[in-house]
């Protein structure tokens, strides 16, 4: 008898990830778990219309941010044990939510994090990257890197924070991108359905009733503060 160690292939795990079903609502959701989990007051999205160089979308809390350990052991797959037991406000369970949720979405995933009085951490997942070179390649940047990630939100001597950027998202790309209209139609519809998934998944924190022993949080979305919408209709 032999014992044969066999990992699976990168290349084909992630493109087998990506066929997770998400939607892009689901996704966003999932971030937004963490967001909360990480004790933030204010989560911010962004999903801007524009031309081709405007297609990503970036979600920035103000929550207790990351030190460069902690953000790559949370981009590992798989980094939570389920069985460990969690805090009652961390909505994470296998500590793959934030990845799989971004891979079903994007092809590249940007986290730039922060604690109090510590420079950002900066962590990328290219799939690209990983299908070509077939291994789990992260890449980080320094501080000084920093400036040439487009789109952070995460100021440097700010407070603490972390911010998703997703770039190279699918639904904005191949048939859309022929047409300018069919792509802003597309982009307003994500949003209107957002905002009420929003109020409605999230509407306990929103609007946290006393018995709920829950911290208020406040979700924009391109810059509109959502209202809280009770599914129950009470």
């Not at 940047?141 to 603490?160: C, F, H, L, P, V």
Request: proline share 4%; glycine share 6%; hydrophobic share 30%.
């Amino acid at each position: 008898m032999a014992n044969i160690e066999l990992p699976p292939s990168p290349s084909n795990e992630i493109k087998t990830l990506r066929k997770i079903g998400y939607t892009l609502d689901t996704s966003i959701c999932d971030i937004l778990d963490n967001s909360i989990a990480a004790k933030s007051k204010n989560i911010y999205i962004t999903i801007p219309l524009g031309g081709d160089n405007q297609k990503f979308i970036s979600i920035v809390d103000d929550g207790e941010g990351m030190s460069k350990e902690d953000l790559i052991k949370n981009m590992r797959l798989g980094c939570k044990d389920p069985e460990t037991e969690r805090e009652s406000g961390d909505l994470g369970r296998f500590g793959s939510g934030m990845k799989t949720a971004s891979f079903s979405q994007a092809r590249n995933l940007t986290v730039i994090s922060k604690r109090k009085r510590m420079p950002p951490n900066i962590a990328v997942w290219d799939i690209d990257k990983i299908i070509e070179e077939d291994k789990w390649i992260l890449r980080t940047y320094s501080e000084a890197q920093y400036r040439t990630i487009s789109n952070q939100k995460i100021r440097i001597k700010g407070d603490s924070g972390t911010e998703i950027i997703w770039r190279n998202i699918d639904r904005y790309q191949d048939g859309k991108k022929d047409s300018h209209f069919s792509l802003e139609n597309t982009i307003n519809e994500d949003i209107k359905n957002l905002k009420r998934t929003v109020a409605t998944y999230f509407f306990r924190f929103l609007k946290p009733e006393k018995d709920d022993r829950l911290n208020k949080i406040n979700i924009y979305i391109n810059k509109h503060k959502i209202q809280p919408i009770d599914p129950f209709m009470r």
